[in-house]
């Protein structure tokens, strides 16, 4: 898994909408994470596919969080941006040793307490800095 620049814009619309907790129009959050606007709506397309923002229409209108800050994590942004057989260290099907490979169960252990640990790490645990306490192997 690479936290690639769709992940990092993502987080920071998600802490941003957080924040303001209110609704706030693409050229808005645009701006204020000096996001380019056509990369903004793209994210944003994905964040309202997949059920974490909502989107209000007409002059008014905007983006805010579907859900409270508390309830949304940062495995569920991993989610949306990442291929499903991405894993921080992904064997090889074709690998010679794949059947007594010694470092394979690590390896599988690593990946899922990563995964563990960023389901544990919410979007409300970021914003108030205590996301270190929620990151335990």
Not at 19 to 30: C, H, Y
Not at 60 to 74: D, E, H, M, V, W
Not at 92 to 105: F, S, W, Y
Request: proline letters at 2%; one cysteine or more; aromatic letters at 10%.
């Amino acid at each position: 898994m690479i936290i690639n620049k769709e992940i990092r814009y993502a987080l920071r619309i998600i802490l941003r909408l957080a924040i303001e907790n209110r609704l706030m129009s693409s050229k808005k959050l645009s701006e204020s994470e000096c996001i380019p606007h056509r990369f903004t709506l793209k994210i944003l397309h994905y964040l309202k596919k997949y059920g974490l923002v909502q989107s209000v229409p007409g002059k008014k209108g905007g983006y805010i969080l579907s859900r409270q800050a508390n309830s949304i994590t940062f495995l569920e942004i991993l989610n949306i941006f990442k291929d499903d057989s991405e894993a921080l260290v992904k064997c090889e099907l074709d690998c010679p040793l794949r059947k007594n490979c010694v470092a394979r169960n690590f390896w599988q252990w690593f990946n899922d307490s990563l995964s563990r640990c960023f389901q544990n790490l919410t979007i409300e645990n970021i914003i108030k800095g205590d996301f270190k306490d929620q990151l335990k192997f």
